[in-house]
């Protein structure tokens, strides 16, 4: 690729995301050992562009950055875009209705790609109509390269470090915990996204039907859908359960490891890396995975579970998808709005992500009869909001990985950010940026 102008652009940059991640990638362009050497935004607006290049560099003037136009309705300039630039950072969502274009161009040109996307329906579909086009290109899809779904999978490969030895998980559930000194107001994307999803269901349920079983990873003692609603003493929350993309994501990504044991060797990978790369995957133990919304009382999933309602009811007829996506306060008790929030709800408010694995002190237990796990291990990420904040920090991270450590990826293909960034750096370079993993306890249980 060395006829390729730009080392990465970021697409939609003058949208709500879209500005957070130009804010965070001009970080590290022209840093020293930064990867990113060379930037530009594209966008359907010059103007916009410009005008988020100078928010973004505030209060410092804005670098020489290359403004490009393109339009996902107008695939001759996605092409045009995907043919001067290594990488493109898609920030245009939802991906549902945006996505196919921009990853059809860069499978074609052979260029990487990244998204923020938490749409099951999307990756997947990506997935099954790209795959083995991108393996064929060298271009490397990757969705979900932000707080959707990066937080969940590191998250629980860092879990799973803790049981060592013969020890093993059988569940781990991941409680999700938001907090701020204001309200915390989401992201109007994110809930287009949630409510197209809902009333999509049965095309997922459809595409799945239609692909080949994908394998499973051999996981110890018995499977539990567990409660819809609990209460975990350990941590202080009581948990909702999400139909989380989190818990796709990683199910995923323990299919495609449960295929290549040793994980996905690099189109020209070191000695080195291919070494670490199998002791990496070789040491992870799989564990039945689910997320749930974390509240220290239970008045507190009140609004989730009104929204969950509404989004069951209304999404079956058009009328109501209207009304959902017309009135989002409303429906979602004002946790989303279309102004999404200001720049101080944004810096008030962070997140915990507990990690609270049930399993056994030793693998041979689970074989006797259905024992009952033995052993607790908490752990837990945590990181500034998750939306504008932690999602341009994992995105660019993960970009500045793909940008240094390109040879020991994959050549090319459709895969989710576990199985490609796992065995990396980008662990650490989250550490360093703000999103901490940190162990918390680990006990036996009483049986």
């Not at 003058?14 to 930064?34: C, D, I, Q």
């Not at 939306?387 to 240094?404: E, M, R, W």
């Amino acid at each position: 690729m060395a006829e390729r102008i730009y080392d990465a652009v970021i697409l939609g940059a003058s949208g709500f995301t879209g500005k957070y991640v130009v804010r965070e990638a001009l970080k590290f362009l022209n840093t020293p050992n930064s990867a990113l050497k060379s930037l530009a935004l594209a966008g359907r607006s010059t103007s916009r562009l410009s005008e988020a290049l100078k928010w973004a560099a505030g209060p410092n003037p804005p670098p020489k950055v290359s403004l490009l136009t393109a339009d996902t309705s107008d695939p001759s300039s996605l092409a045009r875009l995907a043919a001067q630039t290594r990488l493109i950072l898609d920030c245009v969502g939802p991906f549902r209705l945006y996505g196919e274009p921009v990853v059809a161009a860069c499978v074609e040109s052979g260029c990487d790609y990244l998204d923020i996307s938490g749409e099951p329906e999307f990756m997947e579909k990506m997935e099954a109509l790209y795959h083995d086009k991108a393996a064929a290109s060298g271009a490397l899809v990757v969705s979900a390269c932000g707080f959707d779904s990066v937080p969940a999978e590191l998250g629980l490969m860092f879990h799973s470090k803790h049981w060592s030895g013969t020890s093993a998980p059988n569940k781990v559930e991941a409680y999700l915990s938001l907090e701020s000194d204001r309200r915390i107001v989401g992201n109007f994307g994110t809930y287009e996204s949630a409510v197209l999803g809902v009333a999509n269901a049965s095309k997922l349920a459809e595409l799945r039907r239609s692909r080949p079983r994908r394998a499973r990873p051999q996981i110890p003692g018995p499977s539990s859908k567990g409660t819809l609603i609990e209460h975990q003493k350990d941590i202080g929350l009581w948990g909702l359960k999400l139909p989380s993309a989190d818990s796709i994501v990683v199910r995923r990504t323990l299919s495609t490891l449960t295929e290549n044991p040793q994980g996905l060797p690099g189109v020209n990978e070191t000695a080195e890396h291919a070494e670490k790369r199998a002791s990496f995957w070789e040491s992870m133990k799989p564990a039945h995975f689910g997320v749930k919304l974390g509240q220290k009382s239970i008045l507190g999933l009140f609004p989730a579970i009104v929204l969950g309602v509404f989004l069951g009811l209304l999404t079956r007829f058009s009328l109501g998808i209207w009304l959902l996506l017309k009135f989002p306060s409303f429906f979602s008790m004002g946790a989303f709005r279309k102004t999404g929030p200001s720049e101080e709800e944004v810096a008030s408010a962070s997140f915990k992500m507990w990690f609270v694995g049930q399993g056994y002190s030793d693998i041979s237990l689970a074989s006797k009869g259905k024992k009952k796990p033995d052993t607790e291990v908490i752990t837990r990420v945590m990181g500034p909001e998750i939306g504008y904040l932690t999602t341009p920090i994992i995105l660019v991270q993960c970009a500045l990985v793909l940008l240094h450590n390109r040879d020991n990826l994959p050549k090319g293909g459709v895969y989710t950010p576990g199985i490609v960034f796992g065995p990396t750096d980008l662990e650490k370079r989250l550490q360093e940026n703000g999103i901490s993993f940190d162990f918390i306890s680990k006990k036996a249980l009483s049986s």
